[in-house]
């Protein structure tokens, strides 16, 4: 009942057309490149066709937390490099645009909410608060760990 009424929703986001451009920043010079101007059907698409995760970040504007990450630790080359090569990266405004019904969906009630979620939205980690680089990596391993056994058992 659960995967029903979340496969509903993302749906939902899928019709209502959400774009990540409106509550995505735009790709920076070096770390994280997140992606703009795509909806998050789109997103989804893009993972699937690329066998990858999507790494969201929820934020907003007046959280601290938030801001550090920003300029610790989502700028930091090294990071950068492996979440642009093992993950399609979106951040989401929790209060602007469509990041409050995105929010809601995914159940966000704390910031920084860090999600990697599979092609169809499931969340397959799950961070609520600040972390650092080596934590972020960490949390990022375990994700990609969760998504080849979840490929693994699908495949029986």
């Keep these: ?3 029903i009424l979340f496969t509903s929703m993302i749906l939902g986001l899928t019709l209502f057309g959400c774009k990540s ?3 995505a920043k735009a790709p920076q010079q070096k770390g994280i490149n997140f992606k703009m101007d795509k909806e998050f059907a789109n997103v989804l698409e893009q993972a699937k066709a690329e066998n990858k995760l999507v790494f969201i ?4 504007d007046w959280c ?3 801001k550090m990450m920003e300029r610790d ?3 930091d080359e090294e990071i950068g490099e492996f979440f642009n090569r093992e ?19 995914f159940g966000v009630h704390a910031l920084p909410t860090l999600l990697f979620v599979d092609e169809i939205g499931r969340v397959v980690e799950r961070q609520e608060g600040a972390v650092y ?4 990596q960490s949390i990022a391993k375990k994700a990609l760990s969760q998504k080849a056994t979840m490929t ?3 495949q029986y």
């Design 73 to 75: 630790v989502f700028s």
């Design 57 to 60: 970040d929820f934020y907003a």
């Design 21 to 23: 451009s409106d509550i």
């Design 133 to 136: 680089h080596s934590d972020l």
């Design 1 to 3: 009942m659960r995967l």
């Design 152 to 154: 693994y058992l699908n």
């Design 87 to 105: 993950f399609i990266n979106i951040k989401v405004d929790t209060e602007k645009d469509n990041g409050p019904d995105m929010a809601a969906i």
């Design 64 to 66: 601290m937390p938030c």
